[in-house]
């Protein structure tokens, strides 16, 4: 079992930032994956960014140069610090971990969501 708890959202105005952490708990050892995925009212969830275990990177074409994510292995965290936010970015961000519960099989735990609005 994994857990994660997330924080940073809020209400910002257009061309500001914002930082989301999440914090995981439980089995941590066996998170591979982990990341930040977005759901706007109306619309399916979406990948923003992913970062592997070593460290690579991956984001979505919508954030690519406003967003960065971080992760710290040694402390179970994950951070995406989102700069020249637009209104579209506007929607419920969810932390994800990827986690291998054994050879080959694996399972995506989410955090409970924090919400980002982007308004004037």
């Known amino acids: 079992q994994v857990q994660l708890v997330e924080s940073g959202g809020g209400l910002v105005q257009p061309g500001g930032s914002l930082r989301l952490s999440c914090a995981a708990s439980g089995i941590t050892s066996s998170i591979n994956a982990m990341g930040w995925y977005r759901q706007a009212p109306g619309k399916q969830r979406e990948l923003v960014a992913t970062v592997s275990s070593g460290g690579s990177t991956n984001y979505a074409d919508s954030v690519k140069g406003r967003f960065t994510i971080s992760r710290d292995s040694a402390k179970n965290t994950v951070s995406l610090q989102m700069n020249s936010l637009k209104p579209e970015d506007t929607a419920v961000y969810y932390c994800?971990?990827?986690?291998?519960?054994?050879?080959?099989?694996?399972?995506?735990?989410w955090g409970q969501g924090t919400q980002v609005t982007v308004s004037s």
């Open positions: 994800n971990a990827h986690v291998r519960l054994r050879i080959g099989v694996f399972y995506d735990y």
